[in-house]
């Protein structure tokens, strides 16, 4: 029951202090999974992400119900889903009570526009951190970019480039070992 309960307070403080969504929360999880706890690889919270992406619901539940699982079975995906939404429940609860009396403030427009930009940040390093380590060769420069353009440009849907350059991946390095 400890380690359930370090589980839930892990992905509590994860999810009470991660504001943009789940590409904003990932230097946080890579901290505390991966550093701290050591509950997983970084090349497993990457795949974890891709994953996320894939499949119905906010990325950050699904990887925290994913961490969950793989640590402790579905009992443990409960504590680490619970912990990662019970923040926001009682964040949202508050702010939706008082908000609708302070959102044509100045000072509150001006703060959320910083919140923003903050996000902005946090997006664009986890962009670059997970580009240095998973671009490693022009095969995956080329794929990265033409995914950029397809999703950006294009309008194609993320699960479709997920699922195409899961095909590239398997197509251009499927038949060599991990680490060749």
């Not at 479709?160 to 991990?178: E, I, M, N, T």
């Amino acid at each position: 029951m400890h380690e359930l309960i370090i589980m839930f307070l892990t992905f509590a403080r994860i999810g009470a202090f991660t504001f943009g969504g789940g590409y904003a929360m990932l230097p946080i999880l890579q901290r505390e999974v991966v550093e701290k706890k050591g509950w997983c690889t970084e090349d497993e919270l990457t795949d974890m992400y891709a994953i996320g992406q894939c499949t119905p619901g906010v990325i950050a539940v699904n990887v925290a119900t994913y961490i969950g699982n793989r640590k402790r079975g579905p009992v443990g995906a409960l504590f680490t889903t619970l912990g990662i939404v019970f923040p926001s429940i009682v964040i949202i609860t508050v702010i939706a009570g008082f908000l609708t009396h302070f959102a044509e403030y100045a000072a509150i427009q001006h703060a959320f526009a910083g919140i923003r930009i903050a996000v902005c940040a946090l997006v664009t390093k986890t962009i670059y951190t997970m580009m240095k380590k998973n671009v490693k060769d022009a095969a995956t420069l080329v794929i990265l970019i033409l995914t950029f353009v397809s999703v950006a440009l294009l309008n194609i849907t993320p699960i479709a480039a997920v699922l195409v350059c899961g095909l590239a991946g398997a197509l251009l390095h499927g038949g060599k070992k991990k680490g060749m």
